[in-house]
Nanobody
Framework: QVQLVESGGGLVQPGGSLRLSCTAS????????MAWYRQAPGKQRELVTS???????NYADSVKGRFTISRDNAKNTVYLQMNSLKPEDTAVYYC??????????????WGQGTQVTVSS
């Protein structure tokens, strides 16, 4: 089994920055990709950014130029650096991992989520 744990959320003013972390633990057999999603009240969960095992990154148009995804493979950790935050970035942010756990088929794993609130 694989567990994902996020950290780093909080309350910041518009224009501020936060750095989120997500660490995967457990029996990881094959890693395909990791991603950050977010969900605001009354809205669908949306993909913010992703990074593949090969290092390819993708960003939602709404965060391009402001957010950066990175990874530390040795620590099984992915980061989300969020700069120039806007009130519309307010949401619960979820880490997602596309992988195979040992002796289990490929599927997505989710973290518990961390709240990001951007408000003055």
């Amino acid at each position: 089994q694989v567990q994902l744990v996020e950290s780093g959320g909080g309350l910041v003013q518009p224009g501020g920055s936060l750095r989120l972390s997500c660490t995967a633990s457990g029996s990881i057999f094959i890693f395909y990709a990791m991603a950050w999603y977010r969900q605001a009240p009354g809205k669908q969960r949306e993909l913010v950014t992703s990074i593949t095992a090969g290092g390819t990154t993708n960003y939602a148009d709404s965060v391009k130029g402001r957010f950066t995804i990175s990874r530390d493979n040795a620590k099984n950790t992915v980061y989300l650096q969020m700069n120039s935050l806007k009130p519309e970035d307010t949401a619960v942010y979820y880490c997602n991992a596309d992988l195979r756990s040992t002796n289990l088929p490929r599927r997505a794993y989710w973290g518990q989520g961390t709240q990001v609130t951007v408000s003055s």
